[in-house]
């Protein structure tokens, strides 16, 4: 071998790819780099210990998770690679993994959040201390959210029509980059002990500290194979992916009338600039389909405006503390059926449809219960699947009036607005069964049947399922007047 080929063959890296919500192979430009001129590759996920005992995480959201990382692992398998499941802080583990396994390059995809933020900025002066080379992805997002706001003078955009603006001019979001293959890995291998499963395994729900008997109904597994399968059966309605308007979706179906892919995005085990583009492949085809913001493309870029760093200063409002109501509104006690049919559909199954959440949320702050939009967060980041923080917070402050939207005056109805979809209240009979021998004509408002008939029934409101407890119509016009008074505090 020459000179010139040796020094060539000597600069080979030793790469570590850090998975973190990029849980796939498709479109994984940080992957792809992390195999470029590698003789070694380490794919890693990093269980960090702080999450499980500090952070309330459903059951459910565990079970996605470990999910995930299995399909992950068993796509690497087939790559001649595995994934290494790491063990404990990200700031302790690095430093031991770089002198260990003797490593040169560290990529990963740059996460928008704030703590992520602060994260990655100490994961990069670590690496640098340790002579390692960091790189760093957009691919958690169909634009860089850097250079939107830099294009909107260093300001993040706050309102849908500004964004849509903004990317106008800059144009479609990038292209998916191609999954890896065996040709990316022919001169890299992943160096694997006999003992890796003991070391490395994907941890059980036992290990993180969870009952695998609590999980409830296994409807949306986890995985970039359960992911693409998804999107495959729904761009193939090209018909409804073309119609879709998302205020016409109905909340209250007895299956789902949305895609249910936002878990999967959440976790990045299906890349939101694939679903873009399998969308335009579908619409190109097409002589009319919907447009943003109420076609799919639309909701993606919703995401997007909700992931820009730098929320504007929420109204200050005197929110009660009421944990009895609390309590009563995520345990699904509030004696308004429609709500607590969705509060029940959340704990079991860890979805609901946007507009049940908007239903949820009102009632709890400003429609009804006056309780502040950051103890709903708290519970919907528990409970919801595709708990994403900045989707969350964002969604939450809209819905409360509290940013972004300040038509206060406009509430949901626990009662009338599921009527509108569901007249015959079958979602309520399916998550509420014991209010299913009500009529039509009660089943919302059960506590204004006739004695007899909740008898008959084998339901007695106050007894076995309680009354409700607000009175809507007298509350809702109280808090919207408290409204009023917290916007003229503002001015």
């Known amino acids: ?281 579908v619409y190109q085809g097409q002589r009319k389909h919907s447009s943003p913001p109420v076609s799919l493309h639309g909701q993606l870029l919703w995401s997007e405006l909700s992931r820009m760093e730098g929320t504007p200063v929420c109204l200050q409002v005197d929110w009660d503390d009421n944990p009895e109501h609390l309590r009563a509104w995520r345990e699904g006690r509030t004696g308004y059926p429609f709500i607590d049919a969705i509060m029940t559909q959340l704990r079991t199954e860890g979805w609901i449809h946007h507009l049940a959440r908007h239903a949820v949320a009102c009632f709890l702050t400003r429609g009804d219960l006056w309780i502040s939009w950051e103890e709903g967060q708290k519970v919907f980041e528990e409970l919801l699947l595709d708990a994403d923080w900045s989707l969350n917070a964002g969604n939450w402050q809209w819905l409360s009036a509290s940013a972004f939207f300040h038509q206060f005056f406009r509430v949901y109805s626990p009662v009338a607005f599921g009527k509108k979809t569901d007249k015959d209240g079958e979602y309520i009979k399916k998550y509420l069964p014991f209010l299913r021998q009500f009529p039509a004509a009660y089943i919302y408002e059960p506590w204004k049947a006739p004695r007899s008939m909740q008898e008959q029934a084998g339901c007695v409101i106050g007894r076995d399922y309680p009354k409700p407890i607000v009175v809507h119509e007298v509350v809702s016009k109280r808090n919207v007047e408290r409204m009023k008074a917290a916007y003229a505090r503002r001015s």
């Open 1 to 281: 071998m020459n000179e010139g080929a040796a020094q060539a063959g000597s600069m080979k890296h030793c790469s570590i790819h850090w998975f973190r919500k990029g849980l796939r192979l498709h479109d994984n430009p940080a992957l792809l780099a992390a195999m470029r001129d590698s003789r070694q590759l380490y794919p890693i996920f990093i269980l960090d210990p702080w999450f499980p005992k500090n952070m309330r995480v459903s059951v459910n959201r565990w079970r996605f998770l470990v999910e995930s990382l299995r399909d992950l692992d068993e796509s690497l398998k087939k790559l001649n690679s595995r994934l290494f499941v790491v063990r404990g802080r990200p700031m302790e583990v690095f430093p031991g993994l770089f002198k260990e396994w003797k490593v040169t390059r560290l990529t990963f995809e740059i996460d928008t959040e704030p703590y992520s933020r602060q994260r990655d900025a100490e994961v990069v002066r670590l690496a640098a201390e340790h002579g390692v080379e960091v790189i760093q992805k957009v691919s958690n997002t169909l634009y860089d959210t850097d250079r939107i706001i830099a294009e909107n003078n260093d300001k993040v955009p706050l309102t849908y029509v500004r964004l849509q603006t903004l990317v106008a001019e800059l144009g479609p979001p990038k292209r998916p980059v191609p999954a890896p293959t065996l040709e990316n890995l022919k001169d890299c291998r992943t160096p694997c002990g006999d003992n890796h499963d003991a070391e490395y395994g994907i941890p059980t729900l036992e290990e993180l500290g969870q009952d695998p008997t609590q999980a409830g109904p296994h409807l949306y597994p986890g995985g970039e194979s359960e992911a693409l399968g998804r999107l495959d059966l729904h761009m193939n309605r090209t018909a409804w992916v073309c119609n879709f308007q998302k205020p016409q979706t109905e909340p209250n179906s007895l299956s789902p009338s949305t895609t249910v892919l936002s878990p999967h995005l959440k976790f990045g085990c299906l890349s939101v600039r694939t679903f873009w583009w399998r969308l335009a492949d």
